[in-house]
T-cell receptor
Framework: NAGVTQTPKFQVLKTGQSMTLQCAQD?????MYWYRQDPGMGLRLIYY???????DKGEVPNGYNVSRLNKREFSLRLESAAPSQTSVYFC???????????????FGEGSWLTVV | SQQGEEDPQALSIQEGENATMNCSYK?????LQWYRQNSGRGLVHLIL?????REKHSGRLRVTLDTSKKSSSLLITASRAADTASYFC???????????FGEGTQLTVNP
C-alpha cells in the first residue's frame, strides 16, 4: 500500500516550457487535490477533484490545468511555466465520505519545481 | 471552504516542556483536523475532532474544540526534538468538503 505517489520529485524547467506532474493513489479514494507551498508559507489549493470525471478550481488555478484520468490518477499540467510557479507541489487524496476515519487527507511527498 | 488561522506563527521551547498551538476559524464546522509537516515532507494527519466533541487525546497530543468561540488548541506534552515541525489546522465545514490550510505554527523543540 503505497498511499499517494507523485512524480517527478525534482524538476527544473525553463520559462515557457510545459510539464505534467503525475499523481496516483491506491486507497480507492474519491477526492484528489493539488496544492502548492511556497517557502515559509502554508498550502494553497490549486485544483481538486471530488470524484472521477469532475474537477474544480481552488484558490490559485491560473496557469494550471488538471486531468482526473481515472479514480486513481490526477495529473497537474503547467502549459507555459513561469518563475512564479517555482514551488513545492503536493498531491493529496481522501475518501470524501464521512466514514469512521472521517475525512483524513493523505499527502504525497511533494514535487520540487524550479522555473528559471 | 474556510481555512484556519494558527497562532502563534512560531514557537520555540525546550525538550520536555509542553507546546500549545491555537487555531481559529470563521464558520460552523463538521470537524477540525490537525496536521504536522516535517521539513521537506508532505503533511501527515495527527488527529480529527468532530464538532460534537470537546476534547480528544492521542498519545502525547491533546486537542480541544470550542465551537462557541470557533477555536481549537493542540497541546503536545513532554515535547521531544522530533516534534520539531510545522503544525496546521484544517476546519472542515461539511463532511467531504475540501480542506484549505493556513500558514501553520512552526514549532522548534530545542534539545
Amino acid at each position: 500500500n503505497a498511499g499517494v505517489t507523485q512524480t517527478p520529485k525534482f524538476q527544473v524547467l525553463k520559462t515557457g516550457q510545459s510539464m505534467t506532474l503525475q499523481c496516483a493513489q491506491d486507497m480507492n479514494h474519491n477526492s484528489m487535490y493539488w496544492y502548492r507551498q511556497d517557502p515559509g508559507m502554508g498550502l494553497r489549493l490549486i485544483y481538486y477533484s471530488a470524484s472521477e470525471g469532475t474537477t474544480d478550481k481552488g484558490e490559485v488555478p491560473n496557469g494550471y490545468n488538471v486531468s482526473r484520468l481515472n479514480k486513481r490518477e490526477f495529473s497537474l499540467r503547467l502549459e507555459s511555466a513561469a518563475p512564479s510557479q517555482t514551488s513545492v507541489y503536493f498531491c493529496a487524496s481522501n475518501s470524501g465520505t464521512d466514514g469512521s476515519s472521517g475525512n483524513t487527507i493523505y499527502f504525497g511527498e511533494g514535487s520540487w519545481l524550479t522555473v528559471v | 471552504s474556510q481555512q484556519g488561522e494558527e497562532d502563534p506563527q512560531a514557537l520555540s521551547i525546550q525538550e520536555g516542556e509542553n507546546a500549545t498551538m491555537n487555531c481559529s476559524y470563521k464558520t460552523s464546522i463538521n470537524n477540525l483536523q490537525w496536521y504536522r509537516q516535517n521539513s521537506g515532507r508532505g503533511l501527515v494527519h495527527l488527529i480529527l475532532i468532530r464538532s460534537n466533541e470537546r476534547e480528544k487525546h492521542s498519545g502525547r497530543l491533546r486537542v480541544t474544540l470550542d465551537t462557541s468561540k470557533k477555536s481549537s488548541s493542540l497541546l503536545i506534552t513532554a515535547s521531544r526534538a522530533a516534534d520539531t515541525a510545522s503544525y496546521f489546522c484544517a476546519p472542515q465545514e461539511t463532511s467531504g468538503s475540501r480542506l484549505t490550510f493556513g500558514e501553520g505554527t512552526q514549532l522548534t523543540v530545542n534539545p
